[in-house]
């Protein structure tokens, strides 16, 4: 039998695909949302002196990790200088209710699509409660900095006008965000941080050309460290796409003179379900006792024996230069990935054998019920131990890395900015293919 030969597509057939899955106005729209936030980002508030926050952004570790999700908006002290972070906790604060409270769970589970749009309504309400409250942390921050960092302006209409700016911008964002989502490419929250990080990239590689040029060790050290990214990366990879199918079987139907089913079907269990929430977490658990910590450490109303116990505690167990810190850092992350975890709904071992058990399908081997339950909650504590530890020495590498070669310039660009580009960009890749199948699915109907 002759072999057909594969027809090559031409520049015709990519731009038929193009226009017919609306991928061209998905992108353009996307690609328009994400200028439209870009350049609320250079858009300061009225009456701050933004060089000398900068500065004060770039030695500050709280400041300039919230700094790296905003996209250089928070130490611009700009209208977007919140960026995302109020919608992004209020998710995360919903979801966690969603697993506590009933009515919530009630309305993501069993009133369908009208519970989910009440929960987003929530999630839009938290958001506002959120925003003004951080804005209003960030506003009595810079009231006690350096009076140079504030022109002469009134304090008290500085921070009103202040408050409802950083609040409005933070609304902004969000609207963006779920514009993105609904009607663009990828996850507009995610899209929108991928975007923040990737806009410091060039200045984390200035700062490294002008520390390595002219000193050959640290251009090979420089070497290293790349690859320790590289192999970050490609772990991100693995972590993302591994998963665990379990097999499970549909009974027959007859349906008059067809078969329905009997066919044999998988249940997708990640190797890393949570993403980059965890480390996001951990990250925020170590920097409040460190701010807290440094903050008594350096009050005048303390005791000279006490604030010396409190800087030796601090110096000892959040300092990066000391080994308890990353053996407390990992400890974080392995708990906090079984956490959350087990408040994700598609990881749920109880659910999953009864929606089996009602479906009339059954895992191989094993009966339906509590049978059921048990093998899946081994499966998915293997699955999650296995992840909790990938993602903890994921998270490892870079920081170890920075240490071990000295150059700390890159340290902005963090496990968490590697795991949230790396997942971006899988997800981008995964739609822009969805729409090209779907293109091919339908040029096959037609014929």
Same mark, same amino acid.
């Given at each position: ?71 250089? @908006? #928070?130490? $611009?002290? *700009? !209208? ?7 919608? +992004? %906790?209020?998710?995360? /604060? ?70 409802? @700016? #950083?609040? $409005?911008? *933070? !609304? ?7 514009? +993105? %989502?609904?009607?663009? /490419? ?262």
């Amino acid at each position: 039998m002759q072999q057909q030969k594969m027809k090559i597509p031409t520049i015709a057939d990519i731009v038929s695909n193009w226009e017919a899955t609306g991928l061209k106005k998905k992108l353009i729209f996307t690609f328009a949302m994400i200028v439209l936030f870009r350049l609320g980002a250079q858009i300061p508030l009225f009456g701050i002196n933004n060089a000398v926050f900068s500065n004060l952004a770039a030695g500050n570790n709280i400041i300039g990790f919230l700094d790296m999700f905003s996209g250089g @908006a #928070l130490g $611009a002290v *700009s !209208i977007f200088a919140l960026g995302i972070g109020p919608y +992004i %906790t209020a998710s995360i /604060i919903i979801q966690l209710l969603t697993a506590i409270v009933p009515q919530l769970e009630n309305l993501q589970k069993e009133e369908g699509e009208a519970g989910r749009r009440k929960i987003s309504q929530y999630t839009r309400i938290s958001t506002v409660f959120l925003a003004i409250f951080q804005g209003t942390i960030f506003i009595a921050f810079l009231h006690k900095l350096s009076g140079s960092i504030l022109a002469s302006v009134n304090p008290f209409l500085f921070s009103i006008g202040a408050i409802v @700016a #950083l609040t $409005a911008g *933070s !609304i902004l964002v969000m609207w963006l965000a779920e514009l +993105i %989502t609904e009607r663009g /490419i990828g996850n507009g929250g995610s899209l929108l941080i991928f975007v923040g990080i990737i806009s410091g990239i060039p200045l984390y590689i200035e700062r490294t050309k002008t520390l390595v040029t002219g000193n050959g060790q640290l251009q090979f050290l420089l070497l290293i460290l790349l690859a320790f990214f590289l192999l970050a990366m490609v772990l991100v990879v693995i972590m993302q796409e591994a998963m665990r199918k379990v097999v499970i079987v549909t009974p027959k139907r007859q349906v008059g003179n067809k078969v329905y089913g009997g066919g044999n079907t998988y249940i997708p269990f990640k190797l890393n379900p949570s993403g980059v929430m965890p480390i996001i977490f951990a990250i925020a658990i170590l920097l409040f006792p460190e701010t807290i910590l440094s903050i008594l450490g350096n009050s005048p109303m303390l005791p000279g024996a006490v604030k010396s116990i409190v800087v030796t505690l601090n110096n000892t167990l959040f300092s990066s230069a000391k080994p308890w810190y990353y053996i407390i850092y990992f400890t974080l992350i392995f708990l906090l990935t079984f956490f959350y975890a087990s408040i994700m709904p598609n990881m749920q071992p109880k659910d999953i054998a009864n929606n089996l058990k009602k479906s009339g399908s059954s895992i191989p081997g094993i009966k339906p019920g509590k049978p059921t339950a048990d093998a899946l909650d081994k499966i998915i504590t293997k699955i999650t131990f296995i992840g909790a530890i990938g993602l903890g020495i994921i998270a490892m590498i870079p920081s170890v890395a920075s240490k071990i070669t000295g150059i700390t310039t890159f340290q902005g660009i963090g496990s968490t900015s590697i795991i949230i580009m790396v997942g971006v960009a899988l997800d981008l890749v995964n739609q822009i293919r969805t729409h090209a199948l779907s293109q091919q699915y339908e040029g096959f109907l037609k014929k």
